[in-house]
């Protein structure tokens, strides 16, 4: 199976950089990276040291319901790029385990397959998951904050 990275999509980043709001309605905090854990949601890299970055309430779902978690990410301050969706994203070898979690086409939670995994063995997980007829995408989570790193789907 080939697996999709996809980041916060250009159009949300976008909103976010020309001033708009974040989902409680609030405008972004600004800080400056010490280069260590800021990682972009929309380039899916680390925010490097001295570089400028938000930190918002992100709800990387369609529409708010009980399952639509909102949670706080970071973005760089300035335009990046979006990633390379066949890759895996430089984030996402940044920590030694992630909390990974199945939903099905409603957007709600797939119970029975949440579970921390270690760093290497996230492709495989999330892989076994997509197999499953009732998920249709994973989302990758830190697996200390619960913070949200990205959307992975078949491709």
Same mark, same amino acid.
């Given at each position: 199976?080939?697996?999709?990275?996809?980041?916060?999509?250009?159009?949300?980043?976008?909103?976010?950089?020309?001033?708009?709001?974040?989902?409680?309605?609030?405008?972004?905090?600004?800080?400056?990276?010490?280069?260590?854990?800021?990682?972009?949601?929309?380039?899916?890299?680390?925010?490097?040291?001295?570089?400028?970055?938000? $930190?918002?309430?992100?709800?990387?779902?369609?529409? =708010? *319901?009980?399952?639509? %978690?909102?949670?706080?990410?970071? #973005?760089? !301050?300035?335009?990046?790029?979006?990633?390379?969706?066949?890759?895996?994203?430089?984030?996402?070898?940044?920590?030694?385990?992630?909390?990974?979690?199945?939903?099905?086409?409603?957007?709600? $939670?797939?119970?029975?397959?949440?579970?921390?995994? =270690? *760093?290497?063995?996230? %492709?495989?997980?999330?892989?076994? #998951?997509? !197999?499953?007829?009732?998920?249709?995408?994973?989302?990758?989570?830190?697996?200390?904050?619960?913070?949200?790193?990205?959307?992975?789907?078949?491709?």
């Amino acid at each position: 199976m080939t697996l999709r990275y996809i980041a916060m999509p250009d159009d949300e980043a976008r909103r976010i950089w020309q001033g708009g709001r974040d989902a409680y309605g609030k405008l972004p905090e600004r800080h400056i990276s010490d280069g260590d854990g800021v990682p972009c949601r929309h380039c899916l890299r680390n925010v490097e040291a001295g570089q400028a970055y938000l $930190i918002l309430a992100y709800r990387p779902f369609s529409s =708010a *319901q009980p399952y639509a %978690e909102t949670g706080p990410i970071f #973005l760089h !301050a300035d335009k990046c790029l979006a990633p390379d969706e066949d890759s895996v994203p430089p984030i996402l070898a940044s920590s030694r385990e992630f909390l990974l979690r199945g939903y099905g086409a409603d957007e709600r $939670i797939v119970y029975g397959t949440g579970g921390v995994v =270690a *760093q290497e063995a996230l %492709e495989q997980r999330a892989e076994e #998951l997509l !197999a499953r007829p009732d998920v249709v995408f994973v989302h990758v989570r830190s697996a200390r904050y619960n913070c949200y790193q990205c959307r992975v789907e078949r491709r």
